[in-house]
Protein backbone atom coordinates (compact mmCIF):
# COMPACT_ATOMS: atom_id res chain seq x y z
CA UNK A 1 0.00 0.00 0.00
CA UNK A 2 1.43 3.20 -1.24
CA UNK A 3 1.38 6.02 1.58
CA UNK A 4 1.56 9.60 1.60
CA UNK A 5 5.90 10.52 1.30
CA UNK A 6 7.01 14.24 1.03
CA UNK A 7 10.72 13.18 0.70
CA UNK A 8 9.82 12.19 -2.73
CA UNK A 9 7.96 15.32 -3.22
CA UNK A 10 10.67 17.17 -1.65
CA UNK A 11 11.89 19.53 -5.07
CA UNK A 12 8.42 20.66 -4.82
CA UNK A 13 8.38 22.18 -1.65
CA UNK A 14 8.77 25.92 -1.18
CA UNK A 15 8.72 29.05 1.05
CA UNK A 16 5.01 28.57 1.98
CA UNK A 17 3.92 24.70 0.81
CA UNK A 18 0.76 23.97 1.62
CA UNK A 19 -0.45 19.95 1.73
CA UNK A 20 -4.43 19.37 2.83
CA UNK A 21 -5.58 15.87 2.16
CA UNK A 22 -7.14 12.80 3.90
CA UNK A 23 -6.70 11.83 7.81
CA UNK A 24 -4.09 9.24 8.11
CA UNK A 25 -2.49 9.15 4.69
CA UNK A 26 1.09 10.04 6.05
CA UNK A 27 0.88 13.26 6.02
CA UNK A 28 2.77 14.18 9.42
CA UNK A 29 4.81 10.96 9.39
CA UNK A 30 6.46 11.81 6.57
CA UNK A 31 6.82 15.45 7.26
CA UNK A 32 8.40 14.79 10.24
CA UNK A 33 10.51 11.56 9.02
CA UNK A 34 11.62 14.14 6.57
CA UNK A 35 13.22 16.50 8.83
CA UNK A 36 15.08 13.89 10.99
CA UNK A 37 16.48 12.19 7.59
CA UNK A 38 17.96 15.90 6.98
CA UNK A 39 20.17 15.73 10.50
CA UNK A 40 19.39 19.93 11.09
CA UNK A 41 16.90 21.48 13.91
CA UNK A 42 13.79 21.80 12.27
CA UNK A 43 10.67 23.89 14.20
CA UNK A 44 7.10 22.01 15.10
CA UNK A 45 4.77 24.31 15.27
CA UNK A 46 1.07 23.68 16.13
CA UNK A 47 -1.94 26.50 16.70
CA UNK A 48 -2.17 26.67 20.80
CA UNK A 49 0.32 25.85 24.23
CA UNK A 50 -2.75 22.98 24.95
CA UNK A 51 -1.63 21.48 22.14
CA UNK A 52 1.90 21.59 22.24
CA UNK A 53 1.76 20.90 25.99
CA UNK A 54 -0.36 17.34 25.02
CA UNK A 55 2.19 16.53 22.51
CA UNK A 56 5.25 16.73 25.26
CA UNK A 57 3.05 13.45 26.80
CA UNK A 58 3.17 9.98 25.89
CA UNK A 59 -0.30 9.99 24.58
CA UNK A 60 -0.10 12.87 21.99
CA UNK A 61 3.72 12.55 20.79
CA UNK A 62 3.83 13.05 16.85
CA UNK A 63 7.34 11.45 16.65
CA UNK A 64 5.57 7.71 18.96
CA UNK A 65 5.23 5.72 15.25
CA UNK A 66 8.16 6.98 13.91
CA UNK A 67 9.96 5.70 17.22
CA UNK A 68 7.77 2.34 16.75
CA UNK A 69 9.01 2.08 13.31
CA UNK A 70 13.01 2.89 13.63
CA UNK A 71 13.86 2.05 17.25
CA UNK A 72 14.23 5.58 17.94
CA UNK A 73 13.20 7.99 21.23
CA UNK A 74 12.39 10.93 20.10
CA UNK A 75 10.24 13.39 23.14
CA UNK A 76 9.17 16.87 23.51
CA UNK A 77 9.90 19.34 26.49
CA UNK A 78 8.22 22.31 27.73
CA UNK A 79 10.75 24.94 28.37
CA UNK A 80 9.43 28.57 29.21
CA UNK A 81 6.77 29.22 26.26
CA UNK A 82 8.78 27.32 23.34
CA UNK A 83 9.46 23.49 23.46
CA UNK A 84 12.49 21.54 22.87
CA UNK A 85 12.51 18.21 20.88
CA UNK A 86 15.30 15.77 22.02
CA UNK A 87 16.66 12.04 20.03
CA UNK A 88 16.98 9.87 23.42
CA UNK A 89 17.53 6.80 21.83
CA UNK A 90 21.07 6.26 23.23
CA UNK A 91 20.41 7.87 26.22
CA UNK A 92 21.39 11.57 26.99
CA UNK A 93 18.95 14.01 25.00
CA UNK A 94 20.43 15.01 21.85
CA UNK A 95 18.68 18.74 20.91
CA UNK A 96 17.32 18.24 17.54
CA UNK A 97 14.90 20.68 16.72
CA UNK A 98 12.23 23.19 18.54
CA UNK A 99 8.44 23.35 19.12
CA UNK A 100 6.32 25.93 19.37
CA UNK A 101 2.19 27.17 19.68
CA UNK A 102 1.89 30.24 16.76
CA UNK A 103 -1.30 31.59 19.58
CA UNK A 104 1.67 32.81 22.11
CA UNK A 105 4.59 33.06 18.99
CA UNK A 106 4.52 37.18 19.59
CA UNK A 107 6.29 36.79 23.21
CA UNK A 108 9.78 35.02 21.17
CA UNK A 109 9.84 37.54 18.44
CA UNK A 110 13.13 37.92 19.68
CA UNK A 111 14.64 34.36 19.30
CA UNK A 112 17.39 33.54 17.12
CA UNK A 113 16.57 30.55 14.74
CA UNK A 114 18.84 31.00 12.19
CA UNK A 115 19.67 27.23 12.52
CA UNK A 116 16.37 26.53 11.65
CA UNK A 117 15.56 25.62 7.87
CA UNK A 118 12.19 24.13 7.93
CA UNK A 119 9.18 24.85 10.03
CA UNK A 120 6.43 21.84 9.84
CA UNK A 121 3.12 23.52 10.81
CA UNK A 122 0.88 20.71 11.91
CA UNK A 123 -3.15 20.22 11.68
CA UNK A 124 -2.93 24.40 11.11
CA UNK A 125 -6.48 24.09 9.67
CA UNK A 126 -8.77 24.24 12.91
CA UNK A 127 -12.52 22.58 12.51
CA UNK A 128 -13.16 25.40 15.71
CA UNK A 129 -13.28 29.18 14.94
CA UNK A 130 -9.63 29.70 16.03
CA UNK A 131 -9.71 32.57 18.63
CA UNK A 132 -6.24 34.48 17.27
CA UNK A 133 -5.41 36.46 14.62
CA UNK A 134 -3.85 33.58 12.96
CA UNK A 135 -3.10 34.76 9.86
CA UNK A 136 -1.16 37.62 11.34
CA UNK A 137 0.80 35.31 13.84
CA UNK A 138 1.87 33.05 11.47
CA UNK A 139 3.12 36.33 8.69
CA UNK A 140 4.73 37.49 12.15
CA UNK A 141 6.47 34.18 13.09
CA UNK A 142 7.80 33.67 9.70
CA UNK A 143 9.26 37.41 9.47
CA UNK A 144 10.95 36.68 12.84
CA UNK A 145 12.52 32.99 12.02
CA UNK A 146 13.29 34.37 8.42
CA UNK A 147 14.75 37.37 8.92
CA UNK A 148 16.79 38.86 5.64
CA UNK A 149 17.61 35.44 4.62
CA UNK A 150 17.74 36.40 0.98
CA UNK A 151 19.17 39.69 1.86
CA UNK A 152 22.64 37.63 2.95
CA UNK A 153 21.48 35.17 -0.02
CA UNK A 154 20.95 32.12 1.65
CA UNK A 155 17.17 30.11 1.16
CA UNK A 156 14.16 31.08 2.97
CA UNK A 157 12.70 29.22 5.75
CA UNK A 158 10.27 26.85 4.31
CA UNK A 159 7.18 25.79 6.23
CA UNK A 160 4.92 22.79 5.40
CA UNK A 161 1.27 23.42 6.24
CA UNK A 162 -0.39 20.42 7.28
CA UNK A 163 -4.01 19.53 7.44
CA UNK A 164 -7.06 16.88 7.19
CA UNK A 165 -9.44 17.59 4.20
CA UNK A 166 -11.73 19.63 6.64
CA UNK A 167 -12.91 22.71 5.38
CA UNK A 168 -11.13 25.63 3.29
CA UNK A 169 -12.49 28.79 5.73
CA UNK A 170 -8.83 29.34 7.23
CA UNK A 171 -7.44 32.81 7.91
CA UNK A 172 -3.78 31.71 6.50
CA UNK A 173 -5.18 30.36 3.31
CA UNK A 174 -7.93 33.60 2.92
CA UNK A 175 -4.87 35.76 4.18
CA UNK A 176 -2.56 34.47 1.01
CA UNK A 177 -5.60 34.44 -1.59
CA UNK A 178 -5.17 30.37 -1.41
CA UNK A 179 -9.14 29.31 -1.57
CA UNK A 180 -9.99 30.85 -4.59
CA UNK A 181 -6.88 28.59 -5.94
CA UNK A 182 -7.87 25.23 -3.78
CA UNK A 183 -11.29 25.57 -5.09
CA UNK A 184 -10.44 25.54 -8.77
CA UNK A 185 -8.19 22.88 -8.00
CA UNK A 186 -10.88 20.67 -6.89
CA UNK A 187 -13.07 21.67 -9.53
CA UNK A 188 -10.32 20.79 -12.70
CA UNK A 189 -9.04 17.61 -10.44
CA UNK A 190 -5.53 19.38 -10.59
CA UNK A 191 -3.62 17.52 -7.29
CA UNK A 192 -0.73 20.48 -7.34
CA UNK A 193 -0.17 24.03 -8.20
CA UNK A 194 2.84 26.16 -7.52
CA UNK A 195 5.29 29.07 -8.32
CA UNK A 196 8.48 30.22 -7.20
CA UNK A 197 6.96 31.29 -3.64
CA UNK A 198 4.16 28.82 -2.86
CA UNK A 199 2.85 25.05 -3.54
CA UNK A 200 -0.13 23.48 -3.04
CA UNK A 201 -0.85 20.29 -3.00
CA UNK A 202 -4.00 18.13 -2.42
CA UNK A 203 -2.77 14.41 -2.31
CA UNK A 204 -4.82 11.11 -3.11
CA UNK A 205 -3.73 7.63 -1.32
CA UNK A 206 -4.35 4.25 -1.53
CA UNK A 207 -4.70 4.45 2.00
CA UNK A 208 -7.99 6.88 1.78
CA UNK A 209 -9.73 4.29 -0.31
CA UNK A 210 -8.62 1.13 1.87
CA UNK A 211 -9.44 3.30 4.82
CA UNK A 212 -13.10 4.00 3.34
CA UNK A 213 -13.79 -0.22 2.53
Known amino acids: MEWYDIRSRADKLRAISIIIGGRGIG ?11 LGKPFLYLRNTAVQMDECCSAFGNPFKRIGLDTGRTITMKADKRHYM ?20 FQNLRGVDLSDVEYCVFDEF ?27 LGEQPLYTI ?25 MQ ?8 KEYSIELPESEVSEAKAE
Open 161 to 185: LLSNAQKLDNPILAGYGFIGRIEKM
Open 85 to 104: IYDETDGAPELIGYGAALST
Open 27 to 37: KTYSSLSYMLS
Open 125 to 151: IEREKIRFDQFSAFANMYETINRNREL
Open 188 to 195: TGRRLEKS
